[in-house]
Antibody
Framework: EVQLVESGGGLVQPGGSLRLSCAASGFTFTDHHMDWVRQAPGKGLEWVGR??????????QYAASVEGRFTILRDVSKNSLYLQMNSLKTEDTAMYYC???????????WGQGTMVTVSS | QSVLTQPPSVSAAPGQSVTISCSGSSSNIGNNYVSWYQQLPGTAPKLLIY???KRPSGIPDRFSGSKSGTSATLGITGLQTGDEADYYC????????????FGGGTKLTVL
C-alpha cells in the first residue's frame, strides 16, 4: 500500500526547534519530488518546501516564509523525509503534511498530518 | 492573501451541479498545470484533478476540471451530501520564490 506517515509534532516555545518525520512506503521513494504542506488552524493550504526527485539530485526549495529557518532532508536508506524547523514563530503553528508529487506539483498521496503548536 | 483567487463559498442542492473558479496569472495558471483537492473536515486533502482535467483512479466522473487562459474551473455534477468539503486549486508559479501556490479554498455546502 502506498502510504506516508508523519510524526514528530508537538508543543514548542517561540524560538525553539522541532524535527518532523515522514515515513514513505509502497513506492519508489527516490522517483518522486516530496513536499511539505502546512495548514494553520481554520486556514488554507500553504506550501512549505520540496525535496526534488533523484533526477533533480534531491535539490531542495523553500517557501519565502520559511527560507533560512527550515531545512528539508531526505534519507533514501530509510525511505524517509524530514523537516527540521528552527527559530520557530507563533505563525508556524499548523498541521504539517508530507505529500508526494505525481508530477507538475500535483500531490496524489498525503500523510495524515502532524500538528505543530508554537506557543509560550 | 492567496496568489490564486477562489470564491470563499458556494452552495447547491443535492443532485444539482456546481462550479468553483480559480483565478491566477500568466506566471502560474497561465503557463502551468492546475490541480484540485478536496478536504473533508478533519482529514488530509485528496487529489481530485491533476494536469488541468485528469482524474486519478477512483475519482468519479462527476468531478471535472478545465482551464482557460489564467483561470481554472472545477465542476461537480450530481451533488451528494458527502461532497460537502473545502476545495483548493493549486499550481506552480514560475515567478515567485514560493514555487507552489494554492487558492484560499472554497467551502461547498450541499443544502
Amino acid at each position: 500500500e502506498v502510504q506516508l506517515v508523519e510524526s514528530g509534532g508537538g508543543l514548542v516555545q517561540p524560538g525553539g526547534s522541532l524535527r518532523l518525520s515522514c515515513a514513505a512506503s509502497g513506492f519508489t521513494f527516490t522517483d518522486h519530488h516530496m513536499d511539505w504542506v502546512r495548514q494553520a488552524p481554520g486556514k488554507g493550504l500553504e506550501w512549505v518546501g520540496r525535496s526534488g526527485s533523484k533526477t533533480y539530485s534531491h535539490t531542495t526549495q523553500y517557501a519565502a516564509s520559511v527560507e533560512g529557518r527550515f531545512t528539508i532532508l531526505r534519507d533514501v536508506s530509510k525511505n524517509s523525509l524530514y523537516l527540521q524547523m528552527n527559530s520557530l514563530k507563533t505563525e508556524d503553528t499548523a498541521m504539517y503534511y508530507c505529500a508526494r508529487d505525481r508530477g507538475y506539483s500535483a500531490f496524489d498521496i498525503w500523510g495524515q498530518g502532524t500538528m505543530v503548536t508554537v506557543s509560550s | 492573501q492567496s496568489v490564486l483567487t477562489q470564491p470563499p463559498s458556494v452552495s447547491a442542492a443535492p443532485g444539482q451541479s456546481v462550479t468553483i473558479s480559480c483565478s491566477g496569472s500568466s506566471s502560474n495558471i497561465g503557463n502551468n498545470y492546475v490541480s484540485w483537492y478536496q478536504q473533508l473536515p478533519g482529514t488530509a486533502p485528496k487529489l481530485l484533478i491533476y494536469d488541468n482535467n485528469k482524474r486519478p483512479s477512483g475519482i468519479p466522473d462527476r468531478f471535472s476540471g478545465s482551464k482557460s487562459g489564467t483561470s481554472a474551473t472545477l465542476g461537480i455534477t450530481g451533488l451528494q451530501t458527502g461532497d460537502e468539503a473545502d476545495y483548493y486549486c493549486g499550481t506552480w508559479d514560475s515567478r515567485l520564490t514560493t514555487n507552489v501556490v494554492f487558492g484560499g479554498g472554497t467551502k461547498l455546502t450541499v443544502l
